[in-house]
């Protein structure tokens, strides 16, 4: 079976900390993925990743970056949470990058309230 | 831009009823289409895809959908649920040339009761 784990369940953290979130994924799948899932706005593209070292924008990336030093972790990373940051985050992972059909598998998610 | 609606938010309904979650997404010459759901407290995980051939594609838990190209709709259905496919329930698009990339709707709520 598929494994996406996030280092996190739950995660409190106060307005201008710098705030990590973890994602290892054991399928030795090429891509990575980070969407914030708020209600009523369903799951939003922050970051993704093709590659290890390689990263690419999705449609929310401001206040957000990404780390990927190994091709099984993808870091989250908020330089000054904000209250605005409070959501749930979702990572996944896919096989290799154009395949027809691949599904994304997803981790537990984390979620995170910045007070 | 490429887009994809759930215009239910929300869909009520009593165990064994039928039931049919909507789904339809912006025209392209070709896309893929996926069905996820959420249990609460929990990450997403695949119900069914539709990639091509077939344009019914049953899924797992007795879930089906059908591709509709003309109405560009992917709607969801089962003919008898259950009280634990209380859910939320995703539709997701990959849009050819977009490397991997999945747009999701905004979801729809199933709540089953007695």
């Known amino acids: 079976d598929v494994k996406v784990t996030q280092s996190s369940r739950y995660l409190v953290k106060r307005t201008g900390e710098k705030v990590f979130l973890e994602c290892v994924q054991d399928?030795?799948?090429?891509?990575m993925f980070w969407y914030r899932q708020d209600p009523g706005l369903g799951l939003r593209l922050i970051y993704f990743?093709?590659?290890?070292?390689?990263?690419e924008k999705g449609d929310i990336p401001e206040g957000y970056s990404v780390s990927r030093e190994k091709k099984e972790r993808f870091s989250l990373i908020l330089e000054s949470a904000s209250t605005n940051q409070t959501s749930m985050y979702l990572c996944a992972s896919s096989p290799q990058g154009d395949t027809v059909g691949d599904e994304q598998y997803f981790g537990p998610g984390t979620r995170l309230t910045v007070t | 831009a490429q887009s994809v609606t759930q215009l239910d938010s929300q869909v009520p309904v009593f165990e064994e009823a039928p039931v049919e979650l909507r789904c339809n997404y912006s025209s392209s010459v070709s896309v893929y289409l996926f069905w996820y759901v959420q249990y609460p407290n929990q990450g997403l995980q695949l119900l069914l895809k539709?990639?091509?051939?077939?344009?019914l594609v049953k899924g797992i838990n007795g879930f089906e959908a059908e591709f509709n190209k003309s109405q560009t709709s992917f709607h969801l259905r089962k003919p008898s649920v259950h009280i634990s496919d209380t859910a939320e329930y995703f539709c997701a698009v990959r849009y050819t040339g977009t490397a991997s990339k999945l747009t999701f709707g905004t979801g729809t709520r199933l709540q089953v009761t007695l």
């Open positions: 990743s093709y590659d290890v070292k390689m990263k």
């Open positions: 399928m030795d799948h090429e891509n």
């Open positions: 539709y990639l091509s051939g077939s344009t």
